[in-house]
């Protein structure tokens, strides 16, 4: 088991920039693959960006790449999203999500998630 508390939302000017934050419970941290999804009012959950366990696969979505950075601190048990260059239909509620993970792949649709958090509400303004 995990929980997952996602931080560093809010409010932020077109071309702005947040960095969301994740933090984990539990000591096993460095065996989950984490991820980053988004919803959007009157939409469907999509993918935003993942990293494996090690940290040393990630993967976007192709509406963020380039402006969406996704890291992680194993000592910390956390997993960041930082995002630049923020658009306005970059608003949205953003959730992390947790899976084991045994061999490194990429994990990229909601079902392959298996921990949520609660969501973090970004907004951009044009």
């Known amino acids: 088991q995990v929980q997952l508390v996602e931080s560093g939302g809010g409010l932020v000017q077109t071309e702005g920039s947040l960095r969301l934050s994740c933090a984990a419970s539990?000591?096993?941290?460095?065996?989950?693959?984490m991820g980053w999804f988004r919803q959007a009012p009157g939409k469907e959950r999509e993918f935003v960006a993942t990293i494996s366990r090690s940290g040393g696969i990630t993967y976007y979505a192709d509406s963020v790449k380039g402006r969406f950075t996704i890291s992680r601190d194993n000592a910390k048990n956390t997993v960041y999203l930082q995002m630049n260059s923020l658009k306005p239909e970059d608003t949205a509620v953003y959730y992390c999500?947790?899976?084991?993970?045994?061999?490194?792949?990429?994990?990229?649709?909601?079902?392959?998630?298996?921990?949520w958090g609660q969501g973090t509400q970004v907004t951009v303004s044009s």
């Open positions: 539990g000591r096993t941290f460095s065996t989950y693959a």
């Open positions: 999500a947790a899976r084991l993970e045994i061999a490194q792949r990429l994990w990229i649709g909601a079902t392959d998630y298996n921990y």
